[in-house]
């Protein structure tokens, strides 16, 4: 298993934008795919970006799509979510997750999360 420590979440204001870090443990951090998911109070969590091991394949929830971008650096162990455009809908706790496959990331290791909070 990894150990997954998530940063950069804060208060912002509508239209700004975040830059959330996600920091891997271990040496295996290439054979993980990697990804985001949010949880809002009374709702359920939400997938937000995954990205391959590799990086090359990257995948966005519909709400995020053109606003969010996934990426990761392997040399560095780290997985990062740029926010752009960030709407007071955005606000949630965001985890980072890990898995060997992007499919079966719910199922795999996850950090302990870090809040977003949109003011309008």
């Known amino acids: 298993q990894v150990q997954l420590v998530e940063s950069g979440g804060g208060l912002v204001q509508a239209g700004g934008s975040l830059r959330l870090s996600c920091a891997a443990s271990?040496?295996?951090?290439?054979?993980?795919?990697m990804g985001w998911f949010r949880q809002a109070p009374g709702k359920e969590r939400e997938f937000v970006a995954a990205?391959?091991?590799?990086?090359?394949?990257?995948y966005y929830g519909d709400s995020v799509k053109g606003r969010f971008t996934i990426s990761r650096d392997n040399a560095n162990n780290t997985v990062y979510l740029q926010m752009n455009s960030l709407k007071p809908e955005d606000t949630a706790v965001y985890y980072c997750?890990?898995?060997?496959?992007?499919?079966?990331?719910?199922?795999?290791?996850w950090g302990q999360g870090t809040q977003v909070t949109v003011s309008s």
């Open positions: 997750a890990a898995n060997h496959q992007i499919a079966t990331l719910a199922g795999g290791s």
């Open positions: 990205i391959s091991w590799s990086g090359a394949h990257t």
């Open positions: 271990g040496r295996t951090f290439t054979s993980y795919a």
